[in-house]
């Protein structure tokens, strides 16, 4: 079969799995497939395709996320490695590190925490983005922990960003800024999510509630900055203003939703 002879059938197959981007999930798996671009998979078009492009159309016809079929995703300035030890980073959360970015710009070595890491996308992104900053890595499952220490090995972060196995409990230790974009989907939501998330992604990665209230009060930092679901925001600010923090904002993603809370605990 030629490269697109392939586009075409992997497009119709993904449509009829259900697959909300066919024909972009059909580009990119065949870009991996060829190491080249997703546009240049086009110049390709009278090529033969590998036989084992098909193993990778059925794990996506099978609603296996792309990023996990993949084996790696963008993130910031990042390319991750991601599979189901920890939930896909998402676009949304690229704001978070955009307003921790933004806090921390003045300040030359700020100590910071990264709870609840997963592939350890945030903690690796400020501590790339930020060459002053000493980060810290927690998360609960040892999993997400194995894949976290493998990016920050990838991307050569390792020295800068101690990852470790723990729980919330640390937040108390005193940082200049703690950050995190904990489990928050309610349980009763679960069955309505779509199958790459419900049937891949670690449940205990997504469902969850209180925990902002619960990281809000146990921290002990100079900033706290935290991610929401879909109407939660209001809330949290008000958690936070309710529980003592000074400066509360609410910053929206890039689909104009409110989605990251920040506040700063008066000295
Ligand atoms: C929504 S995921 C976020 C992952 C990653 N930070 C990101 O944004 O892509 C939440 C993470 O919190 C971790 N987690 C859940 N409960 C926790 C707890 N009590 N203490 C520490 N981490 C926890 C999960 O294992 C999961 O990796």
Redesign the pocket.
């Known amino acids: 079969m030629t490269v697109g002879e392939a586009l075409r059938l992997a497009e119709r197959q993904l449509a009829e799995a259900g697959v909300d981007t066919p024909r972009v999930d059909a580009e990119l798996l065949l870009a991996h497939m060829l190491g080249v671009s997703r546009t240049g998979v086009h110049t390709r078009g009278d090529e033969p395709v590998p036989d084992a492009f098909q193993v990778l159309l059925g794990r996506r016809c099978a609603r296996e996320p792309l990023a996990y079929v993949l084996g790696e995703w963008g993130?910031r300035r990042l390319v991750l490695k991601t599979d189901a030890r920890?939930?896909?980073?998402?676009p949304e959360?690229e704001i978070?590190v955009e307003r921790c970015l933004e806090l921390l710009h003045a300040e030359p070595a700020p100590r910071v925490l990264?709870?609840?890491?997963?592939?350890?996308?945030?903690?690796l992104a400020i501590a790339d983005e930020h060459p002053g900053a000493r980060v810290t890595a927690?998360?609960?499952?040892a999993?997400?922990v194995s894949l976290a220490k493998e990016n920050a090995q990838r991307l050569h972060l390792e020295r800068r960003v101690e990852i470790a196995q723990?729980?919330?409990a640390?937040a108390a230790d005193g940082w200049d800024l703690v950050v995190?974009?904990?489990?928050?989907v309610a349980p009763q939501e679960w069955d309505r999510l779509q199958p790459e998330i419900r049937e891949w992604e670690?449940r205990?990665?997504?469902v969850?509630l209180g925990?902002h209230e619960r990281i809000a009060r146990v921290a002990n930092t100079h900033w706290l900055v935290l991610?929401t679901g879909d109407c939660q925001a209001e809330d949290v600010a008000a958690t936070l203003e309710s529980v003592g923090y000074a400066d509360v904002r609410v910053t929206p993603d890039l689909a104009g939703k409110p989605r990251v809370v920040e506040g700063r605990q008066p000295t």
Do not use: C, H, Q
């Open positions: 993130f920890a939930l896909v980073p998402r959360t978070l990264d709870l609840g890491t997963g592939t350890g996308a945030i903690a927690i998360d609960a499952s999993g997400a723990g729980d919330i640390v995190s974009n904990p489990p928050y670690p205990e990665a997504l969850g925990f991610e």
